[in-house]
Every structure is written in structure tokens, then in C-alpha cells.
């Protein structure tokens, strides 16, 4: 009896320990993402999650990572290795639970980047369609998911301001797809902008929907508050940058 109790406390604080290394490797990742050093956080991350293979929300922050470095890769090759560590992220959460919004809004996001990375028409479109898919779901699973909205509404902007190469491929290929809706657009950008308080890029997307549906003071408004919002990310940096050119442009 004395040695299962001796077994029982050793498995304990074992299993104890390897908790609080873990959270020690978020946190310490957390501290240095918050620096906007995000791929030495990366790192921090990528250790606790090996620890901790099923930690969805850790798996979001990875994928936003790998999609916000590969965005700022001139290099092709460069972007796409950042993009397919994207997608591995994402797929792993998809199978880990494909109940998850969390699940869903990374498989969105990474078939987001697809599109502009991708140059088969067809493939394209069936990223299209993905994006779609995944945010629906998303929707259904967890409504007040503040960036599911976000997906929501990128969608319905892109599908608005498509290009005709981009038009003409979907009408080809799959006999076209649901129209992109500007009200919709703001609504889901509106929805995000309350669950997601400082998401600079939303609100970003959110004052191009207004500049798009004709609407100056609500774009201009949009924007002043975007450039009073923290930086909480390298690419905050850019947005904020192109919100001050879109407003000395509308004012």
C-alpha cells in the first residue's frame, strides 16, 4: 500500500511538473510575441505544443504566426514554406477536432493565403469555396468566435472586389458562386470588431467595406479609431500605415 501511495504521489508531481513547463513555454512564447518577436515565440510554441499536441488555441497563434511571416516573404519559396506550416498546422487541429471554431477558422485562414499563393485557376476557386465552407461551419459551431466573423466578412469583400480573371475563372469552372454581399461584409466585420476589440486588421477590412459601400464617415471614423489601437502584432505596423494613407485619401 505504502509503495502504490509512493508510486501515486511520484506520478503526480511528475504529471505536475510537466504542466508547469509547459506553461512556462507558453507564457515565455506569449512574452516574447508581445515584443513582436513572433518567430523566436514560434519557437517557445512549437516546444509546448510537442508537449502538449492538443492545445487548439496554441495551434492558432502557431498558424497566425507562419501566415503573418509568410505574408512578409518576397522570396516565393520562402512564402510558400510558411504557408505549408500553415496548412500542416491547420490540418492537425482539423483532426484533432473538426468540432472546434477554432479547427475551422484556422482551415479558413490558411485557404485564404492558398489564393494568393496559388496559380491554377481551379485550385484557386476551390480555396474560394473552402474559405466559405469552413467559416459556415465555424458559424454554426460558435457564432461569438470574433474571428470566424472576420473570415465571414473577408469572404464577402474579396467575392465584391474579385478581379475579372478571378470572376470569369469561378463562372467557368464551377458555374459561379454566391455573390459577395457588402451589407453582409459589414455586418460580419461589425460582429468581429465587438468580439475582437483590438484585431487592427478587422478594423482595417472593416473602413475598406465602408469606403466600398460609399459611406465617407463611417470609413473615416473606422479608421481613427484603428490608428488609436495598440500594436499587438508586426503586421499592426503595416495596417496602421495603410490606414493613414486611406485616410489622408478620404478626408
Known sequence: MIRKILLLSMVF????MFAQ???ELIKNGDDLYNQLKEEEALGKYKQALSANPANLSLMVRMTEICLSAGGRQTDKLAKKKWSDDAADLAHKAWMTDSNSVEACYMMAAVAGRMTEIETDKKKIVGFVRDIKHYADRGMKINPNYGKISFIEGKWHYEMLTLNWAKRLAVKALYGGLPDGNIDSCIYYFERCRQQEIYYVFNFLMLAKAY???????KTVDVLNKLLK???SCLD???YKEEARKMLEDTQ
Open 211 to 217: 469606403k466600398e459601400n460609399n459611406n465617407p464617415t
Open 229 to 231: 489601437l495598440p500594436i
Open 13 to 16: 508531481a511528475w504529471k505536475l
Open 21 to 23: 513547463s509547459t506553461d
Open 236 to 238: 499592426d505596423k503595416t
